[in-house]
């Protein structure tokens, strides 16, 4: 299938440390998203793109749609302990069929107090 | 509101042995998901449903059927389950392809 190239694989950062991760392709989206995903349990949608530029916050959480529409990012901003967790970036492909999402394959964050 | 029902939460199962994972949902959604997850491979599409009635294979299909009888209920069965399909198991719904999904908390299978 399409791949997302995510990065950091992992991230070992201090507590109030500011997180940057992005998603990149070599395919055009029509949407990005970005899901976090705590121990033992599903994704939770954090923020949804639809419009290449776009610039949206969520709390201390914002996440931009590449110009290109090959990438995206999230930021982070004073990390505290309870963003521990996985990071996917998920993207809904340019004339994708309907199976929907293509994922990237999570940032690892962990926290250190 | 439940929201994406999965059942069971875990499952050890012997090789060779057969078994459903039911996932069921209660916004009306019209697509639903099923997906493994591994470590290192992020979450793999295996099969998902447009529409009641609907079926349709994703990445890594092999081994897998569906079936979605129901519009609210989209099952997973395995009908030989082997060591390479021990995972965990996510369903997910959604009221249109663009739209965010709702995972289920997942199911834990391991089979020995």
Request: aromatic share 12%.
């Amino acid at each position: 299938g399409q791949q997302l190239n995510q990065s950091p694989q992992s991230m070992f950062i201090q507590e109030g440390e500011d997180v940057s991760m992005n998603c990149t392709s070599s395919s055009i989206f029509n949407t990005w998203l970005w899901y976090k995903q705590d121990p033992g349990e599903g994704p939770v949608l954090l923020i949804a793109l639809y419009k290449a530029g776009e610039l949206t916050s969520n709390g201390r959480l914002t996440a931009q749609f590449g110009i290109t529409r090959k990438d995206s990012f999230l930021n982070i901003s004073a990390s505290i302990p309870s963003d521990v967790g996985i990071y996917f970036c998920a993207g809904l492909l340019s004339g994708g069929g309907a199976d929907g999402l293509t994922f990237g394959k999570g940032t690892h964050l962990i926290i250190q107090p | 509101n439940a929201g994406v029902t999965q059942t069971p939460k875990f499952r050890v199962l012997k090789t060779g042995q057969s078994m459903t994972l039911l996932c069921a949902q209660d916004m009306n959604h019209e697509y639903m998901y099923w997906y493994r997850q591994d470590p290192g491979m992020g979450l793999r599409l295996i099969h998902y449903s447009v529409g009641e009635g609907t079926t349709a294979k994703g990445e890594v299909p092999d081994g897998y059927n569906v079936s979605r009888l129901k519009k609210q209920n989209f099952l997973l069965g395995l009908e030989s389950a082997a060591p390479s399909q021990t995972s965990v198991y996510f369903c997910a719904s959604s009221y249109w392809q663009t739209y965010g999904y709702t995972f289920g908390s997942g199911t834990r299978l391991t089979v020995v």
